[in-house]
């Protein structure tokens, strides 16, 4: 199939779902052929603007010749449309999280297996220029065997309040976790056996979000240990939406990775001034997520498996579900016991 245009759909085009769309339009390889999402007009007028058909339902999209489907649903809405979409023949690219339970992410990875179809998590954080450096830095032993870590990713407050409106449905561990567990995972080339998490609700439901404030997780991996941290009160007033850190110590070295600074800033004798940055009063990812959407493209015409395996998300959910269940539970949990629970 080598030269074809793949035909390409994308469901729910909401805030990221819309950004798969366009990067399907874009792509020389590629032909947008649908979208779909629960609000019609908000269908039409991406529709619209790329050029493609909106489709009435997901029965519509799984009996059409579309050949790869992208699902950008809510977190907690990716089971249905992706196992209908793999058991109509598709190929599937879902958003991160691959879901927001083990039992879901375990039967989305065996509809693909069953129906032999490729399938796989954007997880954008791995398709970013200085996170492949710095695994390729650890990978290459300058600084040694890891030993330990710390990962923050964090968002202002305006997130779950104002830009999501299923925080509820999620939370910052859900939302933001899948990209700093998989990429730690992906850098160091482990496993996770052991989660101790804390974790309060306390700011949020004060604000009508039921969600946690924050989620610390101590991560027990083969043979290193890191602490992963994630909130969703971070004050407006921080001059990103985005608060992105991390540090890995090795047997000869470490390596930091902070993120976090990207406003414009101005210090003179005078003032002190920084503004978030005008990108952010729509959340666009960075241009280099498309790769998630081209490298599947890719994949289907030319053979082979995608970058990142559906597996490795539930690898990561995982880790998210034992971090849950260690806040309800006191106790530490193993991700590799949720997973054989549901096989």
Same mark, same amino acid.
């Given at each position: 199939?080598?030269?074809?245009?793949?035909?390409?759909?994308?469901?729910?085009?909401?805030?990221?779902?819309?950004?798969?769309? #366009?990067?399907?339009?874009?792509?020389?390889?590629? &032909?947008?052929?649908?979208?779909?999402?629960?609000?019609?007009?908000?269908?039409?007028?991406?529709?619209?603007?790329?050029?493609?058909?909106?489709?009435?339902?997901?029965?519509?999209?799984?009996?059409?010749?579309?050949?790869?489907?992208?699902?950008?649903?809510?977190?907690?809405?990716?089971? $249905?449309?992706?196992?209908?979409?793999?058991?109509?023949?598709?190929?599937?690219?879902?958003?991160?999280?691959?879901?927001?339970?083990?039992?879901?992410?375990?039967?989305?990875?065996? @509809? @693909?297996?069953?129906?032999?179809?490729?399938?796989?998590? &954007?997880?954008?954080?791995?398709?970013?220029?200085?996170?492949?450096?710095?695994?390729?830095?650890?990978?290459?032993?300058?600084?040694?065997?890891?030993?330990?870590?710390?990962?923050?990713?964090?968002? /202002?407050?305006?997130?779950?309040?104002?830009?999501? &409106?299923?925080?509820?449905?999620?939370?910052?561990?859900?939302?933001?976790?899948?990209?700093?567990?998989?990429?730690?995972?992906?850098?160091?080339?482990?496993? @996770?056996?052991?989660?101790?998490?804390?974790?309060?609700?306390?700011?949020?439901?004060?604000?009508?979000?039921? @969600?946690? #404030?924050?989620?610390?997780?101590?991560?027990?991996?083969?043979?290193?240990?890191? /602490?992963?941290? /994630?909130?969703?009160?971070?004050?407006?007033?921080?001059?990103?939406?985005?608060?992105?850190?991390?540090?890995?110590?090795?047997?000869?070295?470490?390596?930091?990775?902070?993120?976090?600074?990207?406003?414009?800033?101005?210090?003179?004798?005078?003032?002190?001034?920084?503004?978030?940055?005008?990108?952010?009063?729509?959340?666009?990812?960075? $241009?280099?997520?498309?790769?998630?959407?081209?490298?599947?493209?890719?994949?289907?015409? #030319?053979?082979?498996?995608?970058?990142?395996?559906?597996? #490795?998300?539930?690898?990561?959910?995982?880790?998210?579900?034992?971090?849950?269940?260690?806040?309800?539970?006191?106790?530490?949990?193993?991700?590799? $016991?949720?997973?054989?629970?549901?096989?």
């Amino acid at each position: 199939m080598a030269g074809d245009r793949l035909s390409t759909a994308v469901v729910g085009v909401g805030l990221i779902g819309e950004q798969h769309a #366009d990067v399907y339009a874009a792509y020389d390889r590629a &032909s947008l052929e649908f979208v779909f999402d629960a609000n019609p007009e908000r269908a039409q007028t991406v529709a619209d603007r790329l050029g493609c058909q909106t489709a009435p339902d997901l029965d519509a999209i799984a009996a059409s010749d579309v050949a790869l489907v992208s699902v950008a649903t809510p977190d907690f809405a990716h089971r $249905d449309a992706v196992v209908t979409m793999l058991e109509a023949g598709k190929h599937v690219l879902v958003e991160k999280p691959l879901a927001t339970t083990v039992a879901d992410a375990v039967a989305m990875v065996q @509809a @693909a297996e069953r129906n032999n179809r490729l399938f796989s998590v &954007s997880l954008g954080n791995r398709w970013v220029n200085d996170i492949q450096e710095l695994r390729d830095c650890v990978q290459s032993g300058e600084i040694g065997e890891p030993v330990f870590g710390f990962s923050r990713l964090s968002d /202002t407050v305006w997130v779950p309040t104002q830009m999501l &409106s299923w925080g509820s449905q999620s939370g910052p561990h859900w939302f933001l976790f899948p990209h700093t567990m998989d990429y730690m995972r992906w850098i160091i080339g482990q496993e @996770a056996v052991s989660v101790y998490a804390r974790g309060e609700k306390r700011l949020l439901p004060q604000k009508g979000v039921d @969600a946690y #404030d924050f989620v610390q997780a101590m991560v027990e991996f083969e043979n290193c240990t890191i /602490t992963f941290e /994630t909130s969703w009160i971070v004050p407006e007033g921080y001059p990103a939406i985005v608060e992105q850190y991390l540090s890995l110590y090795g047997t000869a070295g470490k390596v930091t990775l902070d993120r976090s600074n990207r406003g414009f800033s101005l210090d003179t004798e005078e003032r002190q001034l920084t503004i978030r940055p005008k990108m952010w009063s729509y959340f666009k990812t960075d $241009d280099s997520w498309g790769n998630s959407m081209r490298n599947m493209v890719d994949c289907v015409l #030319d053979g082979g498996e995608p970058a990142i395996p559906a597996r #490795d998300g539930l690898a990561v959910v995982a880790m998210i579900e034992a971090a849950e269940r260690s806040i309800e539970t006191g106790q530490p949990v193993k991700p590799a $016991d949720l997973i054989a629970e549901q096989m």
